[in-house]
């Protein structure tokens, strides 16, 4: 079992545009960050090679290039925003090469916006021409219904961004030959985009083996856990090992690492967790 960091990066990407601070002309390549996005890999109960996908933004082409991704069985979105969805038409190829449809989940607020965005893909019946488009099959989440797909549980958790609230998806293994695949690396919550964890959602939040959290900046910001504040909530959850994402260029790589902890590190594009949840 292999989890994949395809992307570590705010929604404007490290270099960003127009910029020639210290990070964005950074010659260390954990400095260069895509929009956040990861992935799953493993092979199920019945032997099938299986790949998850977390949020598609626009730059999933370059990143399932990088990652060398050769099938994506489903996609899993934690919320509408353009950085981690602008990137669903490239999907189409995978359709293709696997020969089949692929599952979409996403809650009501997420899949209706979707739909609307991409409605040549999810209303193909209304296209001018029948092109070439992605064939997906959509389903609704619901904050605390885990959703079981080929001997995993992905359980949606509720989560807050500014006002806006989100999914963070834990992640257990339910198949006993999973279990021990993935051995130091699940149980697993996956908490992007998120500025508060509502009281509820605490109790979904124990007995991790990893976290991944949102850290975008050291400045306050009105959506977004600063690093100081995803260093506390990272405490208070209590995983092995959290890796921080969703980074701005305000943080360097080399330096803001020597200053935190073992347990707690800024990811950083490619970074892969095998089974012993180490990199």
Known sequence: MRF???GTGTSAGVPALACSCAVCTSDDPRDNRLRTSACLRFTDPSGQDRTILIDCGPDFRQQALRAELTRLDAILFTHNHVD???GLDEVRRFNVSM???????ANQHTRRSLETVYSHIFHRARNRNDSFVADLIPRTIEEAS???LFGLRFEPIRLLHGRLPVLGFRIDAIDPSLQSAS????PMAYCTDV???PPESWARLTGLRTLVLDALRTRRHPTHLTLDEAVQTAGRIGADRTWLVHMSHDLPHRTTNEALSDDIQLAWDGLELAGTGEP
């Open 84 to 86: 981690h969805t602008w």
């Open 4 to 6: 994949t960091f395809l």
């Open 195 to 197: 500025s508060a964890i």
């Open 146 to 148: 885990p959703l079981d």
């Open 183 to 186: 051995d130091g690396l699940l």
């Open 99 to 105: 020969g089949t449809p692929i599952e979409v989940y």
